[in-house]
């Protein structure tokens, strides 16, 4: 009988911190999960140096309707930055770019190119459901070392997002395991 009390507290106990810690995200105002992704990273680019000047290591943020991703970055539980996001209803389109770049590096036609597309904000620096259209601007370049990089610029936005053939590999199949409702990661929040 001793041993079933003990058993049935220490039940509520768990129970009772499982839906606090549902109460205080949603009370918080936090709509998102973050998951840490091995190996998933870029660079910030200096188009002035056509270089990289600093590694980043990116987590991915995915809302909780599954609906929205983003490259973000986990700082603790009530604090993350965001970078750049996609959207499920205009996936394909949004990835498109990526896979276009893929392409051209394997081409090695090292001719220079740049695709716009104007879209859903989604993440950029911080709102996870910002749908204010905005230019994403894709550069297919080499830097100095002759290495064939993507940049991303968002509009109105001072940074610059290099990623190389392996990183950009690694963000579409982090990309396309989020859209087919795939693990992505492991869970930091």
Known sequence: MKHSVYKFALMLGL??????STADKY????????YSVSGLGGCEFKPAFNDCAEQRVFDVKISDNKEKVALAKFINPSDSVSYF???????????????DFLAWAQADTHTAKRLTMKRPAGN???Y??????????????????????LVIHIDGKDRYFGLTVEQAKKLLSTLDAWYDNRSVGYKLT
């Open 15 to 20: 129970l009772s911190l499982g839906a606090c």
């Open 27 to 34: 009370a918080s105002g936090r709509y998102y999960e973050i």
């Open 124 to 126: 950029t620096y911080g």
């Open 85 to 99: 996001g996609f959207i499920r209803n205009d996936y394909q389109a949004q990835v498109k770019p990526i896979r």
């Open 128 to 149: 996870l459901f910002e749908n204010r259209e905005v230019e994403y601007q894709f550069d297919f370049t080499q830097t100095r070392a002759g290495v064939p990089m």
